[in-house]
């Protein structure tokens, strides 16, 4: 595991931006696992301006996201896939049909785990995958637990995520109780995993996810079992 402190989240955001980059460059047809939520914003804006640059081509690359939250469309600006299409695929040369979001409002909501969990595999499993951390130490939406979970499922969602995620919502009443969550077996599957988190309110789940004993209910210290993972964190929020 390579532990990377920084000083300023726009140098964790340029970093990851990075690392994400060279992977397109060395495979344009990559598999990349993306993340939604605040800590990836400034990753996806320095991808967005290689982009328009012409410095980083995404004509080949696929994508797969962590999860949605259940029961909402693609149409709800609280989905996930009106978040990924608005800061990300909407400005860059991605071809959106090779972009995967689970959909949380499949009338069988196991049958669309089973068949994204199938389709990563077809991939050949996920080249690249950006994580965030949630306050609980949850990775996608894979709560703490008493063991890790390995396939796409359904999950309730904590308290304590329901009550950070507020903030996106009129009203803590709005938020979804339930997601649908990439499981462990795709994440630990992917290739190269990169985890990015800020500010002083994530100090010390970070301490005990990577400095800490592997427990599942801090789920992502499985990530300290993976053999190619980067974690990069700063303290200090993005400079308004
Ligand atoms: C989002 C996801 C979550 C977030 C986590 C941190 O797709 O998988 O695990 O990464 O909740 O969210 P932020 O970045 O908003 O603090």
Same mark, same amino acid.
């Given at each position: #595991?390579?532990?990377?402190?920084?000083?300023?989240?726009?140098?964790?955001?340029?970093? %990851? /931006? %990075?690392?994400? *980059?060279?992977?397109?460059?060395?495979?344009?047809?990559?598999?990349? !696992? $993306?993340?939604? !939520?605040?800590?990836?914003?400034?990753?996806?804006?320095? $991808?967005?301006?290689?982009?328009?640059?012409?410095? $980083?081509?995404?004509?080949?690359?696929?994508? +797969?996201?962590?999860?949605?939250?259940? !029961?909402?469309? *693609?149409?709800?600006?609280?989905?996930?896939?009106?978040?990924?299409?608005? =800061?990300?695929?909407?400005?860059? =040369?991605?071809?959106?049909?090779?972009?995967?979001?689970?959909?949380?409002? %499949?009338?069988?909501?196991?049958?669309?785990? /089973? /068949?994204?969990?199938?389709?990563?595999?077809?991939?050949?499993?996920?080249?690249?995958? $950006?994580?965030?951390?949630?306050?609980?130490?949850?990775?996608?939406?894979?709560?703490?637990?008493?063991?890790?979970?390995?396939?796409?499922?359904? +999950?309730?969602?904590?308290?304590?995520?329901?009550?950070?995620?507020?903030?996106?919502? =009129?009203?803590?009443?709005?938020?979804?109780?339930?997601?649908?969550? #990439?499981?462990?077996?795709?994440?630990?599957? /992917?290739?190269?995993?990169?985890?990015?988190?800020?500010?002083?309110?994530?100090?010390?789940?970070?301490?005990?996810?990577?400095?800490?004993?592997?427990?599942?209910?801090?789920? *992502?210290?499985?990530?300290?079992?993976?053999?190619?993972?980067?974690?990069?964190?700063?303290?200090?929020?993005?400079?308004?």
């Amino acid at each position: #595991m390579r532990y990377i402190k920084v000083d300023s989240y726009e140098i964790m955001s340029r970093k %990851a /931006a %990075a690392i994400i *980059a060279a992977e397109i460059v060395r495979k344009p047809n990559c598999v990349i !696992g $993306l993340a939604t !939520g605040s800590t990836p914003l400034g990753t996806y804006a320095q $991808l967005i301006e290689w982009n328009k640059k012409g410095d $980083l081509d995404f004509s080949e690359v696929t994508s +797969v996201n962590l999860d949605e939250y259940y !029961g909402l469309d *693609a149409s709800n600006d609280q989905s996930y896939r009106y978040f990924m299409n608005t =800061n990300l695929f909407d400005h860059i =040369n991605i071809d959106k049909a090779n972009t995967y979001v689970p959909n949380g409002i %499949a009338d069988d909501i196991d049958a669309e785990c /089973a /068949a994204y969990d199938k389709r990563i595999e077809d991939f050949g499993g996920i080249d690249i995958q $950006l994580l965030g951390i949630g306050p609980d130490g949850h990775i996608g939406f894979n709560e703490p637990d008493t063991c890790f979970v390995k396939p796409t499922h359904k +999950v309730t969602l904590d308290a304590s995520t329901i009550e950070a995620n507020s903030r996106f919502f =009129n009203d803590i009443s709005e938020v979804p109780t339930s997601a649908v969550t #990439m499981g462990m077996g795709a994440i630990m599957g /992917a290739k190269k995993v990169i985890l990015i988190a800020n500010g002083l309110n994530k100090k010390e789940i970070m301490e005990k996810a990577f400095f800490g004993p592997i427990d599942p209910q801090v789920p *992502a210290s499985i990530l300290q079992l993976h053999p190619d993972v980067t974690v990069i964190y700063t303290e200090k929020n993005p400079v308004k």
